[in-house]
Protein backbone atom coordinates (compact mmCIF):
# COMPACT_ATOMS: atom_id res chain seq x y z
CA UNK A 1 0.00 0.00 0.00
CA UNK A 2 1.79 3.04 -1.13
CA UNK A 3 2.30 5.78 1.60
CA UNK A 4 -0.02 9.33 1.14
CA UNK A 5 1.20 10.99 4.06
CA UNK A 6 4.57 10.79 5.87
CA UNK A 7 5.22 10.38 9.80
CA UNK A 8 8.45 11.66 10.56
CA UNK A 9 10.74 13.38 12.98
CA UNK A 10 12.47 12.90 16.26
CA UNK A 11 9.80 14.35 19.19
CA UNK A 12 10.70 13.54 23.12
CA UNK A 13 7.40 12.51 24.89
CA UNK A 14 6.09 11.89 28.19
CA UNK A 15 4.03 8.61 29.29
CA UNK A 16 2.38 9.75 32.43
CA UNK A 17 1.54 7.45 35.55
CA UNK A 18 -1.68 5.78 34.44
CA UNK A 19 0.15 4.97 30.88
CA UNK A 20 -1.36 7.65 28.10
CA UNK A 21 1.20 9.24 25.92
CA UNK A 22 0.19 12.04 24.29
CA UNK A 23 0.57 12.06 20.55
CA UNK A 24 2.03 15.08 19.66
CA UNK A 25 -0.33 17.66 17.82
CA UNK A 26 1.27 18.03 14.53
CA UNK A 27 1.01 14.46 13.83
CA UNK A 28 -2.64 14.37 15.00
CA UNK A 29 -4.39 15.70 11.47
CA UNK A 30 -2.09 13.01 9.68
CA UNK A 31 -3.41 10.48 11.45
CA UNK A 32 -7.19 11.80 10.91
CA UNK A 33 -6.54 11.64 7.32
CA UNK A 34 -4.43 7.90 7.09
CA UNK A 35 -6.42 6.09 9.77
CA UNK A 36 -9.15 8.00 11.01
CA UNK A 37 -7.07 8.12 14.18
CA UNK A 38 -7.31 4.16 14.54
CA UNK A 39 -4.09 2.80 15.57
CA UNK A 40 -2.23 -0.46 16.88
CA UNK A 41 0.22 -0.66 19.27
CA UNK A 42 2.59 -3.37 20.03
CA UNK A 43 5.84 -4.62 21.39
CA UNK A 44 9.09 -4.11 18.84
CA UNK A 45 11.29 -7.19 20.66
CA UNK A 46 14.15 -6.54 18.12
CA UNK A 47 14.63 -3.05 20.03
CA UNK A 48 12.80 -2.99 23.10
CA UNK A 49 10.27 -0.05 21.86
CA UNK A 50 6.94 0.14 20.74
CA UNK A 51 5.35 -0.02 17.32
CA UNK A 52 2.68 1.98 16.85
CA UNK A 53 0.99 1.87 13.38
CA UNK A 54 -2.01 3.61 11.60
CA UNK A 55 -4.30 0.73 11.79
CA UNK A 56 -4.63 0.70 7.81
CA UNK A 57 -0.35 0.07 8.25
CA UNK A 58 -0.76 -2.52 10.96
CA UNK A 59 -3.16 -5.06 9.00
CA UNK A 60 -0.72 -6.26 6.38
CA UNK A 61 2.14 -6.53 9.02
CA UNK A 62 -0.12 -8.84 10.79
CA UNK A 63 -0.55 -11.06 7.93
CA UNK A 64 3.16 -11.70 7.35
CA UNK A 65 3.22 -12.61 11.06
CA UNK A 66 0.64 -15.01 11.06
CA UNK A 67 2.15 -16.32 7.98
CA UNK A 68 5.65 -17.17 10.16
CA UNK A 69 6.46 -20.10 11.61
CA UNK A 70 6.11 -20.90 15.29
CA UNK A 71 9.41 -22.13 15.95
CA UNK A 72 12.31 -20.69 17.54
CA UNK A 73 13.07 -17.10 17.15
CA UNK A 74 10.47 -16.54 14.59
CA UNK A 75 7.85 -17.94 16.57
CA UNK A 76 8.74 -15.80 19.76
CA UNK A 77 8.49 -12.60 17.49
CA UNK A 78 5.16 -13.64 16.17
CA UNK A 79 3.70 -13.89 19.54
CA UNK A 80 5.43 -11.40 21.76
CA UNK A 81 4.02 -8.90 18.52
CA UNK A 82 0.44 -10.56 18.00
CA UNK A 83 -0.29 -11.10 21.72
CA UNK A 84 0.92 -7.40 22.93
CA UNK A 85 -0.85 -5.83 18.99
CA UNK A 86 -3.86 -3.46 21.06
CA UNK A 87 -6.02 -1.23 18.62
CA UNK A 88 -6.34 2.12 20.39
CA UNK A 89 -7.45 5.51 19.25
CA UNK A 90 -6.56 9.02 20.80
CA UNK A 91 -8.74 10.59 23.53
CA UNK A 92 -10.03 14.24 23.23
CA UNK A 93 -6.94 15.36 24.75
CA UNK A 94 -4.75 13.63 22.02
CA UNK A 95 -3.66 10.92 24.40
CA UNK A 96 -3.33 6.80 23.88
CA UNK A 97 -3.43 4.47 26.69
CA UNK A 98 -0.46 2.14 26.62
CA UNK A 99 -0.91 -1.24 28.29
CA UNK A 100 1.25 -1.67 31.33
CA UNK A 101 2.37 -5.49 30.69
CA UNK A 102 3.46 -3.71 27.34
CA UNK A 103 5.22 -0.67 29.29
CA UNK A 104 7.07 -3.32 31.37
CA UNK A 105 8.41 -5.72 28.52
CA UNK A 106 9.80 -3.08 26.27
CA UNK A 107 11.11 -1.13 29.73
CA UNK A 108 8.93 2.12 28.77
CA UNK A 109 8.80 4.52 31.73
CA UNK A 110 8.21 8.07 31.78
CA UNK A 111 10.50 10.30 29.70
CA UNK A 112 10.54 9.01 25.98
CA UNK A 113 11.10 9.70 22.82
CA UNK A 114 8.64 8.98 19.93
CA UNK A 115 10.16 8.50 16.27
CA UNK A 116 8.29 8.71 13.62
CA UNK A 117 9.63 6.23 10.65
CA UNK A 118 7.48 6.96 7.74
CA UNK A 119 4.80 4.44 7.60
CA UNK A 120 4.54 3.89 11.78
CA UNK A 121 5.91 5.50 15.10
CA UNK A 122 8.51 3.53 17.35
CA UNK A 123 8.38 4.77 20.73
CA UNK A 124 11.46 4.59 23.31
CA UNK A 125 12.31 5.05 26.56
CA UNK A 126 14.77 7.74 26.76
CA UNK A 127 18.14 6.13 28.30
CA UNK A 128 17.57 2.96 25.96
CA UNK A 129 17.09 5.11 22.76
CA UNK A 130 19.94 7.46 24.00
CA UNK A 131 22.52 4.20 24.29
CA UNK A 132 21.36 2.66 21.04
CA UNK A 133 21.92 5.99 19.36
CA UNK A 134 25.51 6.15 20.38
CA UNK A 135 26.32 2.71 19.86
CA UNK A 136 24.90 2.73 16.64
CA UNK A 137 26.86 6.26 15.86
CA UNK A 138 30.26 4.86 17.49
CA UNK A 139 29.81 1.69 14.78
CA UNK A 140 28.89 3.81 11.73
CA UNK A 141 32.36 5.61 13.11
CA UNK A 142 34.00 2.81 13.03
CA UNK A 143 33.33 1.17 9.88
CA UNK A 144 32.67 4.30 8.16
CA UNK A 145 29.40 5.84 6.34
CA UNK A 146 30.62 4.41 2.90
CA UNK A 147 30.33 0.59 3.99
CA UNK A 148 26.53 1.52 6.49
CA UNK A 149 25.48 3.27 3.04
CA UNK A 150 27.10 1.06 0.28
CA UNK A 151 22.91 -0.61 -1.03
CA UNK A 152 21.68 3.12 -0.71
CA UNK A 153 21.99 5.95 -3.15
CA UNK A 154 20.20 9.35 -2.92
Known sequence: ????RSIRGVNNVTVDLKGRMGIPSKYRQCLQELCDSKLTITANIGNRSILIYPRRYWEPVEEQLQ???STQTKGYMQRMMLSHATDCEPDNNG????PS????DMKIKNKCVLLGLGNRFELWEQKIWDDYRERKM?????RGADSVLEDFHL
Open 1 to 4: MPIT
Open 67 to 69: KLS
Open 95 to 98: RILL
Open 101 to 104: ALRK
Open 138 to 142: KEIDE
